[in-house]
C-alpha cells in the first residue's frame, strides 16, 4: 500500500512541475510535452488537468489505436493542427468548443451542442437552427479530415431509461446522419453512441443543471492516418 502510495505521489509531483509552466501554453505546445512524455498514467493525467475537463475521463477513452509511440515532434505537429480545428469550430454557430486530451494522450477538440438547440422536447428530429449550425460543422470536418469522429448523444434523468436511452442514440444517429448527408464521410464517423442520463455534467435537480446534461456531443482527434503522418513529418 506505502508503494502504491509513493508511486501515486509521484505522478502527482511530475505533474504538477510540468503544469506549473502550462498557464501560458497553447496545444502545439502541450502537445510536444504529452507526445513525447514519458508513461500513459501521467500523460493521462496531465491531459485531465490542463484541459480543465470534468466529463470523467471520458476524453481519454477517444482516439485511434495506435501499435506506436507518438514521438515529441509528431505531438508538437498533432497539437498544432487541432489547434486550427478548434478555432474553426468555434466559428460554429451555438457550439461550445473546448480541447482535451484522447487515449493516446494527444490534443483532441470537443464540440458541444445543448438538444435544446438541435431538438424539440423528446424528439430526435433537427430544426432548422441545428442544421445551420451542423452545415457550418460539416465544413470544419471536412477540411480537416483527418481527424476521426465520435458523437455522443446525452439526456438529463427525467424520464425512465426506456425513454432516455433510445432518445440519446436517435439524437446521435440524427446528428450523424445530416453531418453525412453533407458530404462528411461514413469513414471519418467512427463512433456514433448513446449514453441515456448516464454522463451528466451538472446538477440534473435544477433547470439550468438539466439543460446542459440535455446534450450532442462531437469529438475529431487524431486518426491512425493523421499519427503516422505526424511521425514522418508530413502533416501540416
Known sequence: MKVKFIKMLCVAL????????CQSMNNKTKG???????????????????????DKGKGTAIGATIGAAVGGGAG???????????????QVGNATVETITDANNLTAVKVTFESGILFAT??????????????ELAKVLKEYN?????IFGHTDSSGS????????????????????????SAAQIKSVEGKGSTEPIADNNTAEGKSKNRRVEIYMYASEAMINAANNGTLK
Do not use: E, T
Not at 483527418?146 to 465520435?150: E, I
Open 161 to 184: 431509461d426506456a425513454i432516455n436511452n433510445p432518445l440519446s442514440v436517435n439524437r446521435a444517429n440524427s446528428v450523424s446522419n445530416y453531418l453525412k448527408s453533407l458530404g462528411v
Open 76 to 90: 508538437v505537429a498533432i497539437g498544432h493542427r487541432m489547434d486550427k480545428a478548434a478555432d474553426a469550430a468555434k
Open 32 to 54: 510536444g510535452l504529452i507526445g513525447g512524455g514519458g508513461g500513459a498514467a501521467i500523460g493521462a493525467l496531465i491531459g485531465n488537468l490542463v484541459s480543465g475537463k470534468s
Open 14 to 21: 511530475c505533474a504538477s512541475f510540468v503544469l506549473s509552466g
Open 122 to 135: 423528446n424528439k430526435y428530429d433537427l430544426n432548422n437552427s441545428a442544421k445551420s449550425s451542423l452545415s
Open 146 to 150: 483527418d481527424a476521426d469522429v465520435a
